[in-house]
């Protein structure tokens, strides 16, 4: 299936409009499970949904399932996943911590982490899945090359990656080299995906994914084979787009 697209004016907008979304989905089940992803695109969506809960949404019966993790860190580094997302969604949500469910990026055994987390996504299920996308394509820490059949797993960080996310350490150098992440097939189990780009960096890998062919040389373009996968882009994330919905 073709994922429908929505072009919206700026990042603050795709936030609104996800976030109203996202809320309805907790209107309908109050205990949802909502899979959730770092990074500057997703960011306007929870202060959006932080405006919302202020308002009077009950967001404190949902469960919150963390994209990936890096390995190696130690516990509370402020670069962690879990610290990310604590801070960015949790905190400013005013949720119980233990709403939250991120991959174990200390344990001592990442393969055995990686079980134990893909086992849990699969006994709760996936109501609703917000990503991002890479410059190269990828999704999760899913890079060019991931299996579609894979599911969480241990994977290496491509050294183009690294560079992305060395702008979040101050010493570019500490940037992890192995993550724990939810794998393609384990993304494609939720019930709705949210794909959210922004910037005309991510334009060509947008269209790739939404318009190329299937491939896992652009682990996103597996979307196309989801039944419900909504697209939030700018306009310069959508400049290689040729048949978006409509403007708002």
């Known amino acids: 299936m073709t994922p429908a697209v929505e072009i919206v004016t700026d990042a603050a907008a795709a936030g609104e409009a996800v976030a109203a979304r996202i809320a ?3 209107r309908a089940k109050a205990d949802a499970v909502v899979g959730v992803a770092t990074g500057s695109s997703p960011e306007p969506v929870y202060a959006a949904l932080a405006r919302l809960v202020a308002d009077g949404l009950d967001a404190t019966r949902v469960t ?4 990936d993790e890096y390995l190696g860190l130690p516990p509370g580094h402020p670069q962690s996943y879990r610290a990310v997302l604590e801070r960015v969604l949790i905190e400013p949500l ?3 911590p233990r709403s939250l469910r991120v991959p174990d990026g200390t344990a001592a055994s990442p393969e055995q982490a990686a079980e134990v987390y893909e086992a ?5 299920g996936v109501d609703l899945h917000i990503i991002g996308i890479g410059q190269n394509g990828h999704i999760g820490f899913n890079e ?3 299996p579609f059949v894979a599911t969480t797993h241990r994977a290496a960080l491509t050294e183009s990656t690294r560079r992305a996310n ?3 350490f101050p010493d570019p150098s500490a940037v992890p080299h192995e993550c724990l992440t939810q794998g393609p097939a384990t993304i494609m189990r939720a019930s709705r995906i949210e794909l959210i780009a922004v910037g005309g960096h991510k334009a060509e890998a947008v269209a790739l994914a939404l318009r190329g062919p299937l491939t896992e040389q652009c682990p996103a373009s597996i979307l196309q084979r989801h ?3 909504h697209v939030s882009l700018d306009h310069d ?3 290689l787009v040729t048949d978006p919905a409509p403007h708002r």
């Open 144 to 146: 060019p090359g991931t």
């Open 237 to 239: 994330a959508a400049a």
């Open 166 to 168: 060395a702008r979040f």
């Open 24 to 26: 309805s989905v907790i």
């Open 120 to 124: 849990e996504l699969i006994r709760r």
């Open 94 to 96: 005013r949720l119980d």
């Open 64 to 67: 919150w399932f963390a994209l």
């Open 227 to 229: 039944p419900n996968v």
